[in-house]
């Protein structure tokens, strides 16, 4: 007797593996999506940071913006400032006009609330599960 196809233990064993390796690669994919949106919210924030830099360095020396509607006229031609939408929610700035400020965002595609900050102090951007005080935040 030739007897073709596979036996119902063999087809529960074999969907038992991959219900096993489902189990470990869908929090790993999760986590790697998270960090990914984390990293894409931090280069569009330093992009935008780039932008108020070469406006305060080329076109007017020494001139920083205070509050984000100057952050947003003073960089609209060097920054698009649509492409944030695509990483971020909401946006918070915060300058003394001097060169002194905290740029932040919240973060689109991550678990909880989760936001970018940038500070003007070595320019290195991190990212905290809280707004920094005195950073009122904007939707984009």
Do not use: C, H
Request: charged share 20%; aromatic share 8%; glycine share 10%.
């Amino acid at each position: 007797m030739n007897k073709k196809g596979f036996t119902l233990i063999e087809l529960m064993i074999v969907i038992a593996i991959i219900g096993i390796l489902a189990a470990i690669a869908i929090p790993n994919f999760t986590r790697v999506r998270e960090k990914a949106a984390e990293r894409a919210a931090v280069a569009t924030m330093q992009s935008l940071i780039q932008a108020m830099e070469s406006y305060a360095s080329m076109d007017f020396p020494g001139d920083y913006p205070e509050t984000l509607a100057m952050l947003q006229t003073i960089s609209a031609n060097y920054f698009e400032w649509t492409d944030m939408s695509g990483n971020l929610t909401e946006v918070g700035f915060d300058g003394d006009g001097d060169g002194a400020y905290t740029l932040v965002g919240k973060i689109k595609g991550v678990k909880g609330d989760k936001y970018a900050v940038i500070i003007d102090v070595g320019k290195t951007a991190s990212v905290v599960t809280s707004v920094p005080t005195g950073i009122t935040m904007s939707a984009l």
